[in-house]
């Protein structure tokens, strides 16, 4: 889901730019013929095994040297991984380390080094002789962890930790020798710049008020520099060397930009805003060499990268050109002759990696071998996830993804919508699990994201007001599969709606206020009450650099404190309306669950079971609010199948492994949903 606990840093905004255009018609998906038409055309999909979707890839943590020499990656082994370099000249590959545990890899400034991030400790590695030393060990109950490499040095890296005693947050330099400098002390840092010397230069904090502060040093002073408000983009980039601008990510009331603004008050600059006026810009490419700004990168409805330099443009023109349904991230120096490329898709299980020639201008697979010993499933055999831009009934464009089986009759698929938790979140354009599972069991898979669905802008978060009852995102997303059905995608005798936390309630509100659209709802972790939910996770307390739930909520535009509001939300929950519940429904949830109480669930289900319905119930007492055991989630993808098979005429379903069996056997608290 779930109820946001977001960092600042995450969701912080600042209205300093200009309100940027409207998403163009020319996004809207004006017909659906063309895309139904192309995938009947296509080879039907052999049927796949449930396990084989979850294959993972061997190759994890694959980075590129700032001096673009080396590729370094983890390679996992029974007993763990090894750490490995491939010469990108020669392609000659040796191991450097084996048997590691979990770790993540970072490469130092100069290139000659990696450092190693186990979680509990820092290592640093030498490429020349494998030399391996640690450097710094991390006291979990100093909150230390690594943050970045230092760029500023050859092979030194910034840590951060937290004095609980003094309440004094601390970031410090680590060098090869394992010496310690302290370089900041005070509020929690939701951000920071460095000059040339590695000292900081510019900070970012958060007041008593909520209020993001940019700072600039000095004479040794932290000075006033600029503001932000609460919940909007402020993410420091870069400065110039004079420390008179800064180029930050900043929004408007629409899309998160890249934006120059100038510290004596002139006006300022956009730099880069989304072509397509459709994303929020998700973050700059820098060079870890010079600092310089390669890429401005978006994540929807792809990934896409656009260059800030004319080399950059060059080589980010030809990579869309040779990729240009991929979701490509570029792991680039400005200097370096090669650039790594890291291919994703959806229907890219496991990514590909290649090297992109510069100068050539060519493109070069690389890490093949390793990459097929995970077994990838061939991609001819999945499914593409294509974007959807449809109207509302209120005229705004909302956006989602349809997935389809290749070789069927779009018009006579059975439809799964799949709704996301959050409801501040988003669906990507990537691979997911079980939205290929489905699809090869002959479903067609709605993922729609609503209004109130990050990653569009502002604006398109805010839009349904705070109307978290049966109002605007609800409406949304039942539009969007009306719209669906009416342009020939989706048998409108076979829909059924899922989704997990916000998701699973969307779930249970849709089987309460449009009875008759969908034969059945599958909802994991779901709050029946809405209202009531969010008033108890209000309740927690906000970390360090933090704004405490009740505060996001306010600038989401739901107000606690705004009586009429809330009485419209739970006055069409799913909870107060139990009564109009005819279609069958399956509930999973987690017996430890902290954010959606286990008994407003149980008490809902008993409500429904004392009135007749059709309700089937699953209570794993071991469980949180997000199942992390993969029985339980086997269980899910058991009971979703034999849900389909059950009532919208799905595949038969084989029969449950007796360990699964037991678990069903043990944790079933009702079974209305699933009576044949």
């Known amino acids: 889901m779930s109820l946001p606990q977001l960092s600042c840093a995450c969701i912080a905004l600042l209205v300093l730019v200009s309100a940027a255009q409207a998403a163009p018609a020319s996004l809207e998906t004006r017909s659906l013929k063309q895309i139904a038409a192309r995938n009947l055309a296509l080879p039907a999909a052999p049927r796949i095994g449930d396990d084989d979707f979850s294959r993972r890839s061997r190759l994890r943590e694959v980075k590129l040297s700032p001096d673009g020499a080396w590729v370094a990656y983890l390679e996992s082994t029974d007993k763990g991984a090894s750490l490995k370099l491939m010469n990108v000249v020669t392609q000659e590959k040796r191991q450097l380390l084996a048997d590691l545990g979990r770790a993540q890899l970072h490469w130092s400034a100069d290139g000659q080094a990696l450092f190693v991030d186990s979680g509990d400790a820092l290592s640093l590695l030498q490429v020349k002789d494998g030399a391996s030393v640690r450097i710094a060990a991390f006291e979990r109950k100093l909150q230390q962890q690594f943050v970045r490499v230092d760029t500023s040095r050859p092979q030194s890296a910034l840590v951060e930790d937290y004095d609980e005693l003094a309440k004094r947050h601390r970031i410090a330099r680590i060098g090869a020798d394992g010496a310690r400098e302290v370089l900041y002390e005070g509020d929690k840092l939701l951000d920071f710049l460095q000059d040339d010397k590695g000292q900081l230069s510019f900070i970012r904090t958060l007041d008593a008020d909520y209020v993001q502060r940019v700072a600039r040093r000095q ?8 503001q932000c408000k609460r919940m909007r983009a402020c993410e420091l980039v870069s400065a110039s060397a004079d420390g008179r601008a800064l180029t930050m990510l900043l929004s408007s009331d629409e899309r998160k930009r890249l934006v120059q603004v100038d510290l004596a008050g002139k006006p300022q600059r956009v730099l880069h805003g989304d072509p397509m006026a459709l994303a929020d810009l998700d973050h700059v490419k820098l060079s870890p060499r010079t600092g310089a700004a390669l890429f401005a990168v978006y994540d929807a409805p792809r990934r896409r990268n656009y260059g800030l330099s004319a080399a950059a443009r060059q080589a980010g023109a030809d990579i869309d050109k040779r990729f240009p349904d991929a979701s490509i991230s570029i792991d680039a120096s400005d200097d370096a002759a090669q650039w790594l490329l890291t291919e994703r898709g959806a229907r890219l299980p496991q990514e590909r990696f290649w090297l992109y020639d510069r100068k050539l201008r060519s493109f070069r697979a690389i890490l093949e071998q390793e990459r097929a010993l995970g077994t990838p499933l061939p991609e001819q055999q999945l499914a593409a996830k294509i974007a959807l831009h449809y109207r509302a009934s209120d005229g705004a464009l909302v956006h989602g993804y349809l997935s389809l089986p290749p070789g069927k009759d779009a018009a006579r698929l059975p439809l799964l919508t ?31 994201n609503f209004r109130a669905s990050t990653g569009y802008g502002e604006q398109y978060i805010r839009a349904p007001k705070g109307e978290f009852g049966n109002g605007r995102a609800q409406a949304d997303i039942v539009e969007g599969v009306k719209w669906l059905v009416a342009n020939g995608v989706g048998d409108p005798q076979r829909l059924a709606i899922i989704g997990d936390s916000f998701g699973g309630y969307s779930t249970l509100l849709a089987l309460t206020h449009n009875p008759d659209l969908f034969q059945f709802g599958m909802a994991l972790s779901p709050p029946p009450d809405f209202e009531k939910t969010m008033r108890g996770a209000a309740g927690n307390p906000a970390g360090p650099g933090e704004l405490p739930l009740g505060v996001q909520l306010v600038d989401y535009g739901v107000d606690l404190g705004d009586s009429a509001l809330m009485k419209r939300i739970a006055d069409t929950s799913p909870a107060a309306n139990a009564g109009k519940l005819t279609k069958p429904l399956l509930i999973i949830a987690g017996g430890k669950d902290t954010m959606v109480s286990i008994a407003a669930v149980t008490d809902y289900v008993a409500t429904l079971q004392g009135a007749g319905k059709p309700v089937s119930l699953l209570v794993e007492p071991d469980e949180g609010h997000n199942p992390r055991k993969p029985l339980t989630r086997q269980a899910y993808v058991y009971l979703l199948q034999r849900m389909l098979h059950q009532h919208l005429g799905g595949p038969a379903v084989a029969a449950p492994s007796p360990e699964l069996a037991r678990l069903l056997e043990q944790t079933m608290r009702a079974h209305g949903a699933l009576a044949r």
Not at 219 to 226: C, E, L, N, Q, R
Not at 418 to 445: C, E, I, K, S
């Open 418 to 448: 799949m709704v996301h938790g959050g409801p501040w979140a988003a669906f990507d354009g990537g691979y997911q699990t079980l939205v290929q599972l489905l699809v090869n069991r002959g479903f067609a898979v709605f993922q729609p």
């Open 219 to 226: 004479d040794g002073k932290w000075v006033a520099a600029t």
